[in-house]
């Protein structure tokens, strides 16, 4: 089945240290997203790429960079986790942009900072 | 600003009737979407309204009101796998895609 797979479901920091969470999609969608969602709280977009075109919401902080090396990847690096950044990661595919479009998504990596 | 506003949670029985509704403020609107949240899990969609009216899909349907900025989900003959957050969203003028915080619905036996 076509799908979007984010790894890990569950991922464990340090406070400061570098972590990479990852996104594939086998849908072939143009636009791929991540969003931080925290708890009893709307999903946030982070960023957007359609295809390579990167898109980076104004409010979100530096700490948060994205690479999309190719159509199926897409990975969410956080340079210096802190404490407020434990959250739910949530990729979501789409198959365009500027038009109205169901947005697919993957489980989910809840991520822990020590 | 935009602001969608949705009960932050409900309780209903086991094979009873409830609706969730939605109002939103956006710049402009495009569409309206529904999606059901289990918890720790991702969302999936559920329903899409463009039109002004009722949408059914099985035991759920979803209403739109563009003129009033509101929208409801009712979910019927509800079910204990039901329990989980219904989350409202809109797409704007600019076709961004604004989230309500979701409403979560606990099914008692």
Sequence with gaps: DAMVIQNPRYQVTQFGKPV??????????????????????????????????????????????????????????????????????????????????????????????? | GQNIDQPTEMTATEGAIVQINCTYQTSGFNGLFWYQQHAGEAPTFLSYNVLDGLEEKGRFSSFLSRSKGYSYLLLKELQMKDSASYLCAVWDSNYQLIWGAGTKLIIKP
Excluded at chain 1, 27 to 39: G, I, P
């Design chain 1, 20 to 114: 990479t969470l990852s996104c594939s999609q086998t849908l072939n969608h143009n636009v791929m997203y991540w969003y931080q969602q925290k708890s009893s709280q709307a999903p946030k977009l982070l960023f957007h790429y359609y295809d390579k075109d990167f898109n980076n919401e104004a409010d979100t902080p530096d700490n948060f960079q994205s690479r999309r090396p190719n159509t199926s990847f897409c990975f969410l690096d956080i340079r210096s986790p802190g404490l407020g950044d434990a959250a739910m990661y949530l990729c979501a595919t789409s198959r365009d942009q500027g038009t109205v479009d169901i947005q697919y998504f993957g489980a989910g990596t809840r991520l822990s900072v020590l």
